[in-house]
């Protein structure tokens, strides 16, 4: 599968930006979970939200209230609208799908290793 993502840039603390993650070839099937992650400068990878083919999403505590992920499946389109935008938001935004997403009791989001990853765009918010 090979997924894209677009929407980042910069934006000022407070505002919104609206990321997309298309799927470029493959399918995606309904057990087949997607989501986003991000990496800040010189962390690893961290999962913000995920949604099933059913519709239903999970978010990191850090993004709950401002992060919403939603997908559109004629376009084959997965979106993570994010608002309040704080200069902590400030990284790597990446799509990826995968059927074995999971969160932890710790509210950790991981992927197995056959996950399909985007190339990633950059969000930088603004103080």
């Known amino acids: 599968v090979h997924l894209k993502e677009s929407g980042g840039g910069l934006v000022q603390a407070g505002g919104s930006l609206r990321l997309s993650c298309a799927v470029i070839?493959?399918?995606?099937?309904?057990?087949?979970?997607m989501g986003w992650f991000y990496q800040a400068p010189g962390k690893g990878r961290e999962g913000l939200a995920s949604?099933?083919?059913?519709?239903?999403?999970n978010y990191a505590d850090s993004v709950k209230g401002r992060f919403t992920i939603s997908q559109d499946n004629a376009k084959n389109t997965l979106y993570l609208q994010m608002n309040s935008l704080k200069p902590e938001d400030t990284g790597m935004y990446y799509c990826v799908a995968d059927r074995n997403m999971a969160w932890d009791a710790s509210g950790h989001l991981s992927v197995g290793d056959s996950a399909s990853w985007g190339q990633g765009t950059q969000v930088t918010v603004s103080s």
């Open positions: 949604i099933e083919g059913d519709g239903i999403a």
């Open positions: 070839s493959g399918y995606l099937d309904s057990s087949t979970f």
